[in-house]
């Protein structure tokens, strides 16, 4: 079953199952924090510009 958050910026955010384990694979140190990186999604400490504009196409 998915976890879901609302971004700062209002965006629904659902972490399916499938990603949860394709991100834990690649940092296991994050294995039991399911649950902090869903409240940082929420609530982070500051927000960064990325480099690439999403448009949503």
Do not use: Y
């Amino acid at each position: 079953m998915p976890k879901k958050a609302i971004s700062r910026n209002g965006v629904f955010i659902r972490l399916l199952d499938e990603r949860w384990q394709h991100i834990v694979v690649r940092h296991s140190i994050l294995a039991d924090k399911q649950q902090l990186v869903l409240e940082t999604l929420t609530n982070p400490d500051r927000i960064l510009a990325g480099n690439e504009c999403f448009d949503g196409s």
